[in-house]
């Protein structure tokens, strides 16, 4: 947990000196859109981290209660969303400001806006929402405690994780179990694939060739016409 709570601080240390820097640079328009780039560039990274961070416990050791918690942890955080939210903001200002109008470089600009809305919406589960992924994982991690939990006990644990795997995994290659677990084993190793599937997706959204470190490198190039 202490590594991702490092994680979380380094986003939040990124997200300040963000606002700082917006408010004493230079009034030059490519500057602030650049920082906006670096600024998103960084974050997403430590996103990525904070999310392998997570699935670690489940993924490597079956550690289902750990995963939730951490999970929650990062559920919880705003430093993540609030900077998304102030760089989508400077990319929006960019359509009024002289010199970054040209369609060539509002081509680039939107580009990178789709492609955060795709990156936040594998990185937060935007499909089934990231406080709902939170509980689901606390329901499994508290069956999975239980020594005489029933079969019904974990069947419906599980559902909430069986009724999403395919829907929010849909492009990413993955094992969807054919069957309902009957067992605190088959319960673990069913949130662990989701677990992997999730984690899967998230990068894909960042380092594939249409992703947004894509975006983001495209955009800064405008630069240079």
């Keep these: 947990m202490s590594d991702l709570i490092e994680i979380i601080r380094l986003a939040k240390e990124s997200v300040t000196s963000f606002a700082t820097q917006r408010a004493v ?7 602030k859109l650049v920082l906006a780039g670096d600024t998103l560039a960084e974050l997403v990274d430590q996103h990525v981290k904070a999310v392998g961070n997570v699935v670690a416990p489940i993924v490597d050791e079956r550690d289902l209660g750990e995963t939730a918690r951490r999970y929650a942890t990062l559920a919880n955080n705003q430093d993540f969303p609030q900077g998304y939210d102030a760089i989508r903001g400077v990319l929006a200002s960019t359509r009024d400001i002289r010199g970054l109008k040209d369609d060539r470089i509002q081509d680039k600009v939107r580009a990178v806006s789709e492609a955060l809305y795709r990156f936040q919406s594998a ?3 935007l499909a089934w929402d990231s406080y709902r992924v939170a509980d689901a994982f606390e329901a499994c991690a508290n069956v999975a405690a239980n020594l005489e939990a029933s079969v019904e006990d ?6 909430p ?3 999403t795997f395919t829907g929010l995994f849909n492009d990413i290659p993955h094992d969807v179990p054919a069957t309902t677990p009957e067992t605190v084993a088959e ?4 949130v662990r694939s989701w677990s992997r599937a999730w984690q899967r997706y998230v990068q894909e959204s960042l380092y594939s060739g249409h992703g947004l470190n894509s975006a983001i490198a495209q955009l800064k190039m405008a630069r240079y016409g």
């Excluded at 640079?25 to 500057?31: F, S």
């Excluded at 974990?154 to 559902?159: I, M, N, P, T």
């Design 123 to 125: 990185v937060f589960t």
């Design 187 to 190: 319960l673990i190793s069913l």
């Design 161 to 163: 994780f069986q009724d």
């Design 25 to 31: 640079q230079a009034e030059e328009p490519w500057d």
């Design 154 to 159: 974990v069947a419906l644990a599980a559902r």
